[in-house]
Nanobody, 120 residues
Framework: QVQLVESGGGLVQAGGSLRLACAASGSIRSINVMGWYRQTPGEQRELVATIFSGGVTNYSDSVQGRFTISRDYAKNTVYLQMNSLKPEDTAVYYC??????????????WGQGTLVTVSS
């Protein structure tokens, strides 16, 4: 079993900042990629940012230059620093982890989601 615990969502004014965190625990052998996705009502879940085991990062065009993804390898934790937030960033943000379990099964695990609300 692998668990993801997310934290850091909340209400912020436009132009403000928030930092999300997602800690993975359980039967993890290795993590290939950790990422953040977001979803608004009636819309599909979309990629926000990912970070691969070698440190390579990838961002959606809508957050490039404003958001920064980082990872603490020792703690199996991924962070998303969100600056210059806009009302259109309002969404439920989900953490995702892909890798291998200690029994060598593929892992593709989602967090429970954390709500980010940006007021204008």
């Amino acid at each position: 079993q692998v668990q993801l615990v997310e934290s850091g969502g909340g209400l912020v004014q436009a132009g403000g900042s928030l930092r999300l965190a997602c800690a993975a625990s359980g039967s993890i052998r290795s993590i290939n990629v950790m990422g953040w996705y977001r979803q608004t009502p009636g819309e599909q879940r979309e990629l926000v940012a990912t970070i691969f085991s070698g440190g390579v990062t990838n961002y959606s065009d809508s957050v490039q230059g404003r958001f920064t993804i980082s990872r603490d390898y020792a703690k199996n934790t991924v962070y998303l620093q969100m600056n210059s937030l806009k009302p259109e960033d309002t969404a439920v943000y989900y953490c995702n982890v892909r890798g291998r379990s200690i029994t060598l099964r593929n892992l593709d695990v989602w967090g429970q989601g954390t709500l980010v609300t940006v007021s204008s």
